[in-house]
């Protein structure tokens, strides 16, 4: 089983900043690599998959990079409706899950 | 448009089965595009993936829990289903259906809660 670690924990910010979320696997997965985003009380949205590529109805504003065993995504400019828990997750080897990082409101 | 929607029973006995259906609207679970998952969610914590089904049939189950894990599909009722024997408090999770795409999930129903409780 492929583990991933997110950091940080915890982003604090405002909006307008650009936010970094890291996302590192503990074996190589390739570009196999997504990111969704789940606000409180709703359900996980897929944001990013094969590590680059927009989900349907996605702002431009979300852009994942990355290979192998460490990826990133990156919020431009943050939204208010941003502010919320992103996960990574990988399907190379079975599927798995990261912690999530929370970006909140400074 | 594809929506899905989980019922089942919200509180569960310990060592009794979880037993959970997803309903799935706006198009076919038969189409051969997509697989179709169960992933649950502790309280406070991240995600866990549980298995994914085909709708002929075929399973994908999480090592760790696939000794207590059976999937099913009733094309009939365009419904899958998720059975979870031998509960204890470590099940109490928010429970998803979602539908798989490229292995990825892009489609998801609202959740619900199941406690494992006497």
């Known amino acids: 089983e492929t583990v991933l670690s997110q950091s940080p924990a915890t982003l604090s910010l405002s909006p307008g900043d650009r936010a970094t979320l890291s996302c590192r696997a503990s074996q190589s997965v390739g570009n196999s690599l997504a990111w969704y985003q789940q606000k409180p009380g709703q359900s996980p949205r897929l944001l990013i998959y094969?590590?680059?590529n927009r989900a349907t109805g996605i702002p431009a504003r979300f852009s994942g990079s990355g290979s192998g065993t460490d990826f990133t995504l990156t919020i431009s400019s943050l939204e208010p409706e941003d502010f919320a828990v992103y996960y990574c997750?990988?399907?190379?080897?079975?599927?798995?899950f990261g912690p999530g990082t929370k970006v909140d409101m400074k | 448009q594809v929506q899905l929607q989980e019922s089942g029973p919200g509180l569960v006995k310990p060592s009794q089965t979880l037993s959970l259906t997803c309903t799935v609207s706006?198009?076919?679970?038969?189409?051969?595009?997509?697989?179709w998952t169960w992933i649950r969610q502790h309280p406070g914590k991240g995600l866990e993936w549980i298995g994914h089904?085909?709708?002929?049939?075929?399973?994908y189950y999480n090592p760790s829990l696939e000794s207590r894990l059976t999937m099913s599909v009733d094309t009939s009722k365009n419904q899958f289903s998720l059975k979870l024997r031998s509960v204890t408090a470590a099940d109490t999770a928010v429970y998803y259906c979602?539908?798989?795409?490229?292995?990825?999930?892009?489609?998801w129903g609202p959740g619900t809660t199941v406690t494992v409780s006497s």
């Open positions: 979602a539908r798989v795409y490229n292995w990825n999930y892009d489609v």
């Open positions: 997750y990988q399907r190379t080897n079975w599927f798995t």
């Open positions: 706006g198009g076919s679970i038969s189409t051969t595009l997509y697989y």
């Open positions: 089904i085909y709708s002929g049939g075929s399973t």
């Open positions: 094969d590590t680059s």
